[in-house]
């Protein structure tokens, strides 16, 4: 893949979003950080207000009620990390922050962010990646664009 210079690369998950820009030009890419976003882990005492309940028993079956399963906090945070990051690339393509955008995301967030973008930002839309790059090095990056492997984490 080439970039042109000042590409917006977007490297995102539940719980980390960097924002990289191109310095280079579409023959040499030079990713350097813009900026970051990171949301802290809470633990599930912090997110959790009651234990799982019971559910009743369907009227007349005679049967006990089951056990309701427990909601993922956790997943549901970074559902909600993903959300307010598309509001904000939302926000930058409105307000011409960018021409170009690639988006780096494993497949979960890419499912959260795909169906939040705005027209501005698919028009500006030029690649997507679905894969987890969030603590690899601004090279391993790099070489994904390109197309070369990345050296094993």
């Given at each position: 893949m080439t970039l042109a210079h000042d590409t917006l690369v977007l490297v995102a998950d539940g719980r980390k979003a960097l924002f990289l820009r191109n310095h280079g030009d579409?023959?040499?890419?030079?990713?350097?950080t813009q900026s970051h976003r990171a949301r802290e882990d809470r633990k599930?005492?912090?997110?959790?207000?009651?234990?799982?309940?019971?559910?009743?028993?369907?009227?007349g079956t005679g049967l006990a009620g089951g056990t309701m399963t427990e909601p993922?906090?956790?997943?549901?945070?970074?559902?909600?990390?993903?959300?307010?990051?598309?509001?904000k690339v939302n926000a930058m393509a409105l307000a011409g922050?960018?021409?170009?955008l690639v988006v780096i995301a494993p497949a979960r967030t890419m499912g959260e962010?795909?169906?939040?973008?705005?027209?501005?930002?698919?028009?500006?839309?030029?690649g997507e990646h679905v894969k987890e790059m969030t603590d690899r090095p601004i090279p391993d990056i790099e070489a994904l664009l390109v197309g070369e492997p990345?050296?094993?984490s």
């Open positions: 579409d023959q040499q890419i030079d990713l350097r599930d005492s912090d997110i959790k207000t009651a234990p799982a309940g019971q559910s009743p028993a369907p009227a993922d906090f956790h997943q549901q945070e970074e559902d909600r990390f993903a959300r307010d990051l598309a509001e922050a960018f021409d170009a962010l795909r169906p939040l973008w705005h027209k501005e930002v698919t028009a500006r839309l030029v990345a050296p094993p």
